[in-house]
Each structure stands twice: as C-alpha cells, then as structure tokens.
C-alpha cells in the first residue's frame, strides 16, 4: 500500500486546510485509515483514524476543529482542519493498517503562524 499525502502548507491561527491522502489500493480493503502528526522535538502522535465502516476517533486537542472523512471512489481520505493553532504546526503523516501491516505516507508540513 502507498500513501500519497498532500495539502499542507503555511496558514495564519484560525485559518483552515485540508489534508489529502490518496492511496494505490481500494480503501475499502484497509480496516483504519487516520493521521498523526510530529511536531518538532517530540512524538509521533494520534490526530484522527476513520473505520471501513465509517467510524471516527479523534485527539481530545483536534476534536471540535478537524474532521476526518473517506471517499472510498476516489481511494483517498481527507482530514479538514479548522480554527488552526500555532500548537497544530507538524508534520502530518497519512496511515492505514490492512490486515497485520501499518502502513505510512511521506508527510505533509503544516506550519500554523502570523
């Protein structure tokens, strides 16, 4: 499985992206699919993961501004960020777990600053 992520980019506090991730197989064949972001000097951590079914879970820090979802036609998921922070600013990355593998994308660099 290949991840192609895409949409990050510089953006002032309060502003809003969206973040892209395409994948080289049907996603309907990968159990979770979400995002995880590393800010620098500390962790890798969970932004939000969605089920084949639909189902959404997300870090108390994004819940209320980001929404993830999937288009399952286009084999891509789509994390929309708003009210964005300067707290926010990483290295978005893409993930999918299908079967026993986890599965990650390149990263997308979002800088959140006036």
């Known amino acids: 499985v290949q991840l192609q992520a895409s949409g990050g980019g510089l953006v002032q506090p309060g502003g809003s992206l969206r973040l892209s991730c395409a994948a080289s197989?049907?996603?309907?064949?990968?159990?979770?699919m979400g995002w995880y972001r590393q800010a620098p000097g500390k962790q890798r951590d969970l932004v939000a993961t969605?089920?084949?079914?639909?189902?959404?879970r997300y870090a108390d820090s994004v819940k209320g501004r980001f929404t993830i979802s999937r288009d399952n036609d286009n084999n891509t998921i789509y994390l929309q960020m708003n009210s964005l922070q300067p707290e926010d600013t990483a290295v978005y990355y893409c993930?999918?777990?299908?079967?026993?593998?986890?599965?990650w994308g390149q990263g997308t660099l979002v800088t959140v600053s006036s």
């Open positions: 969605i089920t084949t079914g639909g189902s959404a």
């Open positions: 197989v049907s996603i309907t064949s990968i159990t979770i």
């Open positions: 993930y999918a777990h299908k079967w026993i593998y986890n599965y």
